[in-house]
């Protein structure tokens, strides 16, 4: 029989797969203290069914079936309501080997614990109330940062920052559907002239409120994949050693040929402090060469779905741009992007003249990719363009996925199309239409509206053991 979810007591290795000090096995559950018993032995004999709640203690994992001792361990006793799930959990921290971890948790599971699905964990605190969705999201994007933006912001979306202000809005929302029912029932009371005026006042806040949240989308998104950066420019001028500089390793091939890169390249990176999708292409040229032109043919497909082009010129070439590179074209195709100018091999001339062909108002920074001078200038630069304003106060709510984005806008939309029926005079029912749509919209965000099925599938992407 399929126990329902708040009757499973799950396992999982918690620790990432590979040899380390420690694994962590992970139970958690109505069952978890009396399968971790079932499993566990002290030198005393003390059974954790006698412990206070948060205590380790030292032992052995012993296979009872075959009474073989697997690891000499530490237990983490933690009862609910205190623990991460909201339900008892037993944490075993074993030596950190593959084959020890895998062993104790199909000792585990012999026990009578069930293999947790992905975010099983994460699922059951969603469902005992310890955090909203937008909160069980902030876990894996806390363990999936690539940058310190990314986080700095997952710490403070788990913290509960958007989830306060989802349901502070959410509650004015239901506020207003009350009133409005409460008009309904009672139609006797002349209170319709007062209930439009606070119907218009509220939603206009509610309105101005969500707006605002709605702003920070495209950041908080940014945040969290990185400012989709595309390196672009003619061969040899350096893009692959910028691309290296950036990561500080040597990802990508380096070498004087022209034409060395032909695939594209991306790499996550914490650019001081600014998350980058970092993308580098082959180097754009007529070419014969059949591998090459698709190279050059994938590098204009990156551009184009590119938040940032960095284009990149050579300070020691930059008299004979063509016939290699025309850089009107170049600056054609920029016009429509949000792009930087960037002169490279610095070191190798003192001159700074700008180049005649670049508009007055384009943004251009000097850079060598050999000894990273300007590289901070890029980043400060970068940071402006795409982080400034939305995201000034740490503790300020953003959204930070796909999913809350649309969540939001059509929220916003149902309470758009719920003020035009207060201004219009339209039937309250017609009114609570829109605004039940409005908060089911939104509730989305914090999962409170969300069907069953849909909440699986979310915590499905999330990582097994968390
Ligand atoms: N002096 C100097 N040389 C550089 C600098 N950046 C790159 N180079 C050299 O320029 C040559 C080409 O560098 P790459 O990074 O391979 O150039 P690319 O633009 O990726 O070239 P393709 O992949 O062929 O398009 C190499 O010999 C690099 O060492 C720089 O800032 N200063
Ligand atoms: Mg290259």
Same mark, same amino acid.
């Given at each position: 029989m399929e126990l329902l979810d708040q009757e499973r007591t799950i396992a999982a290795i918690a620790t990432a797969p590979g040899t380390g000090g420690i694994g962590i096995v992970r139970i958690s559950g109505p069952k978890a203290v009396g399968i971790a018993d079932a499993v566990f032995r002290t030198p005393s004999g003390k059974k954790l069914a006698d412990a206070h709640t948060h205590t380790i203690? +030292?032992?052995?994992?012993?296979?009872?079936?075959?009474?073989?001792? &697997? @690891?000499?361990v530490l237990v983490m006793l933690m009862r609910a309501p205190h623990t991460y799930t909201g339900i008892d959990t037993v944490e075993i921290q074993c030596h950190g080997g593959p084959f020890v971890e895998q062993r104790i948790l199909e000792t585990v599971v012999s026990a009578g614990a069930s293999p947790a699905d992905r975010g099983e964990f994460s699922k059951q605190a969603f469902l005992n109330g310890k955090m909203d969705l937008s909160q069980a999201e902030a876990v894996m994007d806390l363990i999936t940062s690539s940058s310190e933006m990314s986080r700095r912001a997952s710490i403070e979306q788990l913290a509960g920052n958007l989830a306060k202000e &989802?349901? +502070?809005?959410?509650?004015?929302?239901?506020?207003?559907?009350?009133?409005?029912?409460?008009? &309904?029932? +009672?139609? %006797? +009371? @002349?209170?319709?002239?007062?209930?439009y005026d606070r119907l218009l006042d509220d939603i206009s806040s509610v309105l101005v409120r969500l707006e605002d949240l709605y702003r920070t989308s495209d950041s908080g998104i940014r945040i969290h994949q990185g400012v989709r950066t595309v390196i672009l420019g003619r061969p040899n001028v350096g893009k692959s050693s910028l691309m290296n500089r950036i990561l500080g390793r040597e990802r990508a091939i380096v070498t004087e040929i022209a034409g060395t890169t032909r695939d594209v390249i991306e790499e996550n990176v914490d650019l001081d402090g600014v998350p980058l999708r970092l993308i580098d292409t082959a180097g754009i040229r007529q070419t014969a060469d059949t591998?090459?032109?698709?190279?050059? @043919?994938?590098?204009?497909k990156a551009a184009e779905s590119a938040d940032l082009v960095l284009w990149l010129l050579d300070?020691?070439?930059? @008299?004979?741009?063509e016939p290699v590179e025309d850089p009107s074209e170049m600056l054609d195709f920029l016009k429509e992007k949000q792009y930087i100018i960037l002169i490279n091999k610095n070191d190798l001339t003192e001159d700074r003249t700008r180049p005649p062909f670049l508009p007055e108002d384009a943004p251009v920074i000097w850079v060598s990719a050999r000894t990273g001078d300007g590289i901070r200038a890029l980043s400060e630069k970068i940071r402006a363009m795409f982080f400034s304003g939305a995201v000034q106060a740490d503790s300020q709510p953003l959204i930070t996925n796909v999913r809350q984005k649309d969540a939001?806008?059509?929220?916003? %939309?149902?309470?758009?199309s719920a003020k035009e029926a207060v201004t219009e005079g339209m039937p309250e029912d017609i009114i609570m239409i829109d605004l039940t749509n409005a908060y089911d919209a939104l509730g989305e965000i914090s999962g409170k509206t969300l069907k069953s099925d849909v909440i699986d599938e979310i915590f499905k992407r999330f990582c097994l053991g968390k």
């Open positions: 203690h +030292y032992g052995h994992v012993v296979d009872p079936a075959v009474q073989e001792t &697997i @690891d000499q &989802i349901e +502070y809005q959410c509650s004015l929302l239901l506020d207003l559907t009350t009133l409005i029912e409460a008009n &309904i029932d +009672y139609p %006797e +009371y @002349d209170i319709e002239e007062v209930t591998v090459e032109k698709i190279g050059v @043919d994938l590098a204009r300070a020691s070439a930059l @008299d004979d741009m939001l806008r059509r929220a916003l %939309e149902a309470l758009t």
